[in-house]
């Protein structure tokens, strides 16, 4: 099983360029989640979803956007990338079925503004 | 709002000696609790969960009992191995979303 595929794993960026990290997951899972990771900070939710077509505003929403077109796809945005988005990105799904079931996570995209 | 405690890091233990890493938590309604770890160069993965009072949660050796009265899920494990190195985050779930709120994170090393 594949789970949580995360694309790309690195990334290197100019300040002021744009990108968009993808993740998929092959759980049918209704709810997707995007979380930055940094040093002594934990994770941290941007945003997440709850079912195709639909998205929310997390803990630190700004300088983000993200889509979901698809059940299994979650797209995080960055429109004008800045140093301070400088972190470990992860996305994360979960089932509707069981409320407050367990959350699966990808591998992770390590991005570096510079 | 919803926020989890746990005790700074890191921890360096040496094999075979006992772990305990402590979380407190602050939540409205009746949360579940979480354990997660993360091995270098992963992503996280569930240790353990307990969603509901008293109850405990055990996976690999490792325990941590859902205290109401004292708002705690403390990880335990009674003899850890090199291979336990890794980051242990708490964390807790309220409501529909099942949206996750975590502690910082500890860092655990343990030497041969």
């Known amino acids: 099983n594949a789970g949580v595929t995360q694309t790309p794993k690195f990334r290197v960026l100019k300040t002021g360029q744009s990108m968009t990290l993808l993740c998929a997951q092959d759980?049918?899972?209704?709810?997707m989640y995007w979380y930055r990771q940094d040093p002594g900070m934990g994770l941290r939710l941007i945003h997440y979803s709850v079912g195709e077509g639909t998205t929310a505003k997390g803990e630190v929403p700004d300088g983000y956007n993200v889509s979901r077109l698809k059940k299994q796809n979650f797209l995080l945005g960055l429109e004008s990338a800045a140093p301070s988005q400088t972190s470990v990105y992860f996305c994360a799904s979960s089932s509707w079925f069981e409320v407050n079931t367990e959350a699966f996570f990808g591998q992770g995209t390590r991005l570096t503004v510079v | 709002g919803d926020s989890v405690t746990q005790m700074e890091g890191p921890v360096t233990l040496s094999e075979e000696a006992f772990l305990t890493i402590n979380c407190t938590y602050t939540a409205t309604g009746y949360p579940s609790l979480f354990w997660y770890v993360q091995y270098p160069g992963e992503g996280l993965q569930l240790l353990l969960k307990?969603?509901?009072?008293?109850d405990k949660g055990s996976n690999k050796g490792f325990e941590a009992t859902y205290r109401k009265e004292t708002t705690s899920f403390h990880l335990e494990k009674g003899s850890v191995q090199v291979s336990d190195s890794a980051v242990y985050f708490c964390a807790l779930s309220t409501g529909a979303n099942s949206k996750l709120t975590f502690g910082k994170g500890i860092t655990l090393s343990v030497r041969p």
């Open positions: 307990a969603t509901k009072a008293d």
């Open positions: 759980m049918n899972h209704e709810y």
